[in-house]
């Protein structure tokens, strides 16, 4: 199974900081990515996909980015609705796998 | 609008059986993918299954092959996820999720873009 390993487990930034979360797969996923967001007891709701492509109706302070091995979601100017949990999930191989987690908190 | 709306959780015994269901609406169901992703309390997610357009083909995680069928019905725009021998460690909040896909230089990217709202299993005795 491709595991994906995401960083950091959890993050607490200021409203209008930057943040990044890095997402690292067990072996090439070929930019088979999505980034997904999930607020508080909300199903999960995608944010990006084929590791840079932006959803639609997704804010554009969203980015996506990375191939090969690495790939990370950066946030610009933060705002207070962005506070959730992120996911990665690789569509290259079944399992599809995820990874942990990213909580994301105001400071 | 498009809405997947979940059906059919609740509290089992180990080694009984649940059958869940998820209809959808607002878009052509028999032109997508679909699958089933879970969330134990507190934990991440997990790709359950995934079940082509038209029902011919399946996909299971191992931890749930022989023991969870996925399947779907086109006329009724609804898929459904029949969960046998069930075991504690099932116990996740189960959502369904339209798969699409991204079509660029010959290869399609995938991904999940409608979740519905999940509904959640209990296995205990």
């Known amino acids: 199974d491709i595991q994906m390993t995401q960083s950091p487990a959890s993050l607490s930034a200021s409203l209008g900081e930057t943040v990044t979360i890095e997402c690292l797969a067990s072996?090439?996923?070929?930019?088979?990515l999505a980034w997904y967001q999930q607020k508080p007891g909300k199903s999960p709701q995608l944010l990006i996909y084929y590791a840079n492509s932006l959803n639609d109706g997704v804010p554009s302070r969203f980015s996506g980015s990375g191939s090969g091995t690495q790939y990370s979601l950066k946030i610009n100017s933060l705002q207070s609705e962005d506070v959730s949990i992120y996911f990665c999930?690789?569509?290259?191989?079944?399992?599809?796998?995820f990874g942990a987690g990213t909580k994301l908190e105001l400071k | 609008e498009v809405q997947l709306v979940e059906s059919g959780g609740g509290l089992v015994q180990p080694g009984r059986s649940m059958k869940l269901s998820c209809a959808a609406s607002?878009?052509?169901?028999?032109?997508?993918?679909m699958a089933w992703v879970c969330q134990a309390p507190k934990k991440g997610l997990e790709w359950v299954a995934t079940i082509s357009y038209d029902g011919s083909s399946t996909y299971y995680r191992d931890s749930v092959k022989g023991r969870f069928t996925i399947s779907r019905d086109n006329a009724k725009s609804t898929l459904y996820l029949q969960m046998d021998s069930l075991r504690s460690e099932d116990t996740a909040t189960y959502y369904c999720?339209?798969?699409?896909?991204?079509?660029?230089?010959?290869?399609?990217?995938?991904?999940?873009?409608?979740w519905g709202q999940g509904v959640m299993v209990t296995v205990s005795s």
């Open positions: 607002g878009f052509t169901f028999n032109n997508y993918d």
């Open positions: 072996e090439d996923i070929y930019s088979n």
């Open positions: 999720a339209r798969r699409s896909d991204y079509y660029y230089d010959g290869t399609y990217y995938y991904y999940f873009d409608y």
């Open positions: 999930q690789q569509n290259y191989d079944s399992p599809y796998t």
